[in-house]
């Protein structure tokens, strides 16, 4: 009965009933479905990380730029075919450098405590697996320090006499899995070892890596170079050809970015308070060169710190102008003229045949 009277001025009040059940359930969709895109949204922000916190993001769309295209090319022009190649490798070797510094006050005493260290961490590297160890000799300076002398009706006077010696070494440790570094610092913790200097990773097998990269890059090119004269209906060989190549290796010591992750409150404070704040934690982490501009990628799936290889081939094409065949050689031809002039003042020209 409500409703009958609330829809009593209208012929159809079934019809509307129905129209304001689905307005009712057209706007319950759309709230749920701004609800779906917000926390979307939130779920695609975990998972950029919280490297991009206090930077721009930038998405890019999946329109194809200007920048993004190859050179107009003709039958009639010039052109230049470059290729980037990647192959990310694998490590099969890693180098742990920590660095061990030592101080006493004779030079017996500084070598007896830095051995003593140095005796704790080759016998526990050795109870790891394939591990070799090598010691790096940096310094041996003597240490100073400032003896002060009092004088009544004088100023004090400051000498610099010995204190002791300083020596200091580095420990290079060589592993071949990940998983070893671990064990490898918990070792050089037990001597008082803290200091990592940092890690290097090498490759038995780049030359090799290095000549396969380039084979199927120029490859690549062979076809494009194919494509290029199949559409534009030329014969390479009315084109003069010129090519540059090169290779580029990065490392992971050379890869790593900082940031710092963290929210402030802002508040209003007088000009003499005192404004304790915590230090932000430095967090580092490891970027790769990312593979969007290469023609060919070798391991694109990166797990951990690679070696990345990268070579790229530039090859120029000139066109050769063609001569024309109908066109024949002008041959100059030089006229001699002899003159004599007479005693009469008269210029007669001598014909000699």
Do not use: W
């Amino acid at each position: 009965m409500p409703l009958q009277r609330f829809y009593s001025d209208s012929e159809h009040p079934v019809y509307r009933f129905a129209a304001v059940n689905q307005i009712q359930h057209s706007m319950k969709t759309l709230l749920m479905l701004n609800a779906f895109l917000f926390i979307s949204n939130i779920l695609f922000a975990q998972v950029a990380g919280n490297a991009n916190y206090n930077q721009k993001v930038h998405i890019p769309t999946q329109n194809i730029h200007s920048n993004n295209l190859n050179a107009g090319y003709g039958s009639d022009k010039n052109f230049t075919l470059i290729l980037k190649g990647l192959h990310n490798v694998k490590t099969s070797a890693y180098v742990a450098i920590f660095s061990l510094t030592q101080s006493g006050k004779t030079v017996k005493e500084v070598n007896k405590l830095i051995d003593s260290r140095l005796d704790k961490v080759k016998s526990g590297v050795k109870q790891i697996a394939g591990t070799v160890l090598h010691l790096d000799m940096i310094s041996f300076v003597p240490q100073y320090e400032y003896e002060v002398e009092k004088k009544i009706f004088s100023k004090k006077t400051y000498h610099e006499i010995p204190k002791g010696f300083e020596i200091k070494k580095n420990i290079h440790i060589k592993y071949t899995q990940p998983s070893q570094l671990n064990q490898i610092i918990a070792k050089c913790a037990e001597a008082g070892i803290y200091d990592l200097v940092r890690v290097d990773y090498f490759s038995e097998n780049l030359m090799n890596i290095k000549r396969n990269l380039r084979a199927k890059v120029i490859a690549q090119l062979q076809q494009k170079l194919l494509n290029y004269q199949g559409l534009l209906g030329v014969d390479m060989k009315e084109y003069q050809k010129q090519i540059a190549d090169g290779f580029k290796v990065v490392y992971p010591v050379e890869m790593y970015n900082t940031y710092q992750a963290h929210s402030s409150s802002s508040i209003h404070v007088r000009r003499n308070a005192k404004v304790n704040q915590i230090n932000k934690t430095t967090t580092q982490y490891y970027q790769p060169i990312v593979d969007k501009e290469f023609d060919l990628v070798i391991n694109p799936v990166i797990t951990e710190p690679v070696i990345q290889v990268m070579y790229q081939v530039n090859l120029t094409l000139k066109k050769v102008e063609k001569k024309d065949p109908k066109a024949g050689t002008t041959k100059i031809v030089t006229q001699k003229q002899i003159m004599l002039i007479t005693p009469n003042g008269q210029v007669k020209e001598l014909k000699i045949k």
